[in-house]
């Protein structure tokens, strides 16, 4: 039971490039987001997908696509890498039950760190 | 909108002291809260979180926090500090019924003294 894995660990960019980051999770949850954290930003959401086959907006979507593979999976896009998306990447999950109405504890993963150059 | 104020980026204690974490949430509704843990070059790990009923929450590892409405705060607090707590501390938020967003604070990085 893995729980929530991402990957690649690390990797460096040139600006321009594209690179997709993967997040798979075996918890059987309905909900995955992306979030990015900056120094003494705190996580700010990027995208997040309610259930399988939606995807919705965050606080900072620009410059990210994202896809729900499937249950287990959900992609995040970088198409043109720029310098501003150095950050550290994390996805999370939360099983968000129908009625349980926001208490869901969120589960983040180990997170990868993107340098873009 | 809902925001989170962590007063205090780096908060230093001496081992076996008190740890007192601050965060005050601004928000029409009481929100959910939550407290996250994250150790150096590790993911968030929840510590606690206030949905309803009993304003005080225990949480993991000793620490346990308050619910005060009338103050908008869910200060974080620990009676003795451990070596094994310096981490980074994050303070979130969530309307009840919303969106799925979790609103986080800046963070308070923890340092234990010997």
């Known amino acids: 039971n893995a729980g929530v894995t991402q990957t690649p660990k690390f990797q460096v960019l040139k600006t321009g490039q594209s690179m997709t980051l993967q997040c798979a999770q075996d918890?059987?949850?309905?909900?995955m987001y992306w979030y990015r954290q900056d120094p003494g930003m705190g996580l700010r959401l990027i995208y997040y997908?309610?259930?399988?086959?939606?995807?919705d907006k965050g606080e900072v979507p620009n410059g990210y696509n994202v896809s729900r593979l499937n249950k287990r999976e959900f992609s995040l896009r970088l198409e043109s890498a720029a310098p501003s998306q150095t950050s550290v990447y994390f996805c999370a999950t939360s099983k968000e039950d129908t009625g349980t109405g926001g208490q869901e504890t969120q589960y983040f993963g180990p997170g990868t760190r993107l340098l873009v150059l | 909108a809902q925001s989170v104020t962590q007063l205090g980026s780096h908060v230093s204690v001496s081992e076996g002291a008190l740890v007192l974490l601050r965060c005050n949430y601004s928000?029409?509704?009481?929100?959910?809260l939550f407290w996250y843990v994250q150790y150096p070059n590790q993911g968030l790990q929840l510590l606690l979180k206030?949905?309803?009923?009993?304003?005080l929450v225990k949480g993991i590892n000793g620490f346990e926090a308050e619910f005060k409405k009338s103050e908008t705060s869910f200060h974080l607090t620990k009676p003795s500090a451990h070596m094994s707590d310096a981490a980074e501390y994050f303070c979130?938020?969530?309307?009840?019924?919303?969106?799925?967003?979790?609103?986080f604070g800046s963070g308070t990085q923890l340092t234990v003294l010997p």
């Open positions: 928000s029409s509704v009481p929100p959910y």
């Open positions: 206030y949905t309803t009923g009993a304003t």
């Open positions: 918890m059987n949850h309905n909900s």
């Open positions: 979130a938020v969530r309307l009840s019924g919303s969106a799925r967003q979790l609103t």
């Open positions: 997908s309610a259930s399988e086959g939606t995807t």
